[in-house]
């Protein structure tokens, strides 16, 4: 027995340390390429990025200040590109406004209760991004067109939805609204429901219990998702073009104005709007990065 016992433990000590040992550099092995391997991956990866998102971006600004400052300053001072930009700033509001309320409302069912219906709705939300923007138009045009469901009821009674201000704050507002929803619900299904039970335990109402429970959990990935619902609004082209009518100075947003101008080889002002737009991208990004910063603090760092 004292010689099985001595055995035993001489093995265990001499197989025990080398899955120890081992197994570290196996992992850092695996995740270290040879150094001329990742020179032309990453070599890759700059040519990339280089010749199809900065080169681009670079030379729309150098078109748009190709005949001088005075040229640019002129083409946004334009009329109808101060429309354009107004009309485009409104739709962002109003669109990223609802989508906000419909986001919270919908990622606070989802996450907190069991209901039927929550897989179809779910289903829904994600619906958008399935479908292409310019076939979401078509659908307001079939809606509330002169020969849609509701164009005739809508005519008798002088309202005007498409060609006008509302149809392109639905098309917006149709494809952008996925956006605050998709970054509250797994966000606050991760936090779970313990902590608004508390707070209703204690006696605090549903409203009270969401303003000073769930909101400032769930803050940084809110500004998150209206950060990119705004940043797909003002971009939003497709099913904008449907339902617009393009009607100048009046239905064109700032993407619409853009593509106008330069059919009709206006250079400096397609130029000059479209370096308005990568300049709201550019912001949009670096708020992004900052946003994306306050979300990652406080997770748990991985086993790595």
Not at 22 to 36: G, M
Not at 165 to 182: G, N
């Amino acid at each position: 027995m004292t010689l099985v016992t001595i055995e035993t433990s001489t093995s265990a000590a001499a197989v025990q340390p080398f899955p120890s040992r081992v197994a570290p550099l196996a992992r850092r092995d695996a995740r270290t390429e040879p150094r001329l391997v990742r020179g032309i991956i990453i070599t890759l990866a700059l040519t990339f990025l280089t010749v199809f998102v900065v080169l681009p971006l670079a030379l729309v600004f150098l078109e748009a200040f190709s005949k001088g400052v005075g040229f640019y300053l002129k083409a946004l001072a334009d009329p109808e590109a101060l429309a354009a930009i107004w009309l485009t700033l409104v739709t962002a509001a109003i669109s990223v406004s609802l989508n906000l309320v419909f986001g919270v409302a919908a990622a606070w069912a989802i996450a907190k209760f069991e209901f039927r219906g929550k897989t179809l709705l779910i289903t829904l939300i994600d619906l958008p991004f399935s479908v292409s923007p310019v076939i979401s138009g078509l659908v307001f045009v079939l809606l509330f067109g002169a020969q849609g469901f509701f164009g005739p009821w809508l005519m008798a009674h002088g309202i005007h939805v498409l060609f006008a201000l509302p149809a392109i704050v639905l098309a917006t507002a149709f494809v952008t609204f996925p956006f605050v929803a998709r970054e509250l619900i797994p966000l606050m299904q991760e936090q779970g429901s313990q902590e608004e039970e508390a707070a209703i335990s204690l006696g605090a109402s549903g409203w009270r219990t969401f303003l000073l429970v769930t909101l400032p959990n769930v803050k940084w990935g809110l500004l998150y998702g209206v950060l990119l619902c705004n940043a797909r609004a003002m971009g939003e082209f497709g099913a904008v073009s449907v339902v617009s009518g393009h009607i100048r100075g009046e239905t064109n947003t700032m993407p619409l104005l853009v593509e106008i101008l330069y059919n009709e080889y206006q250079l400096v002002g397609a130029f000059a709007i479209a370096s308005l737009l990568a300049f709201l991208a550019l912001v949009t990004l670096i708020v992004k990065t900052i946003l994306e910063g306050h979300l990652d603090e406080g997770q748990p760092a991985s086993d790595d």
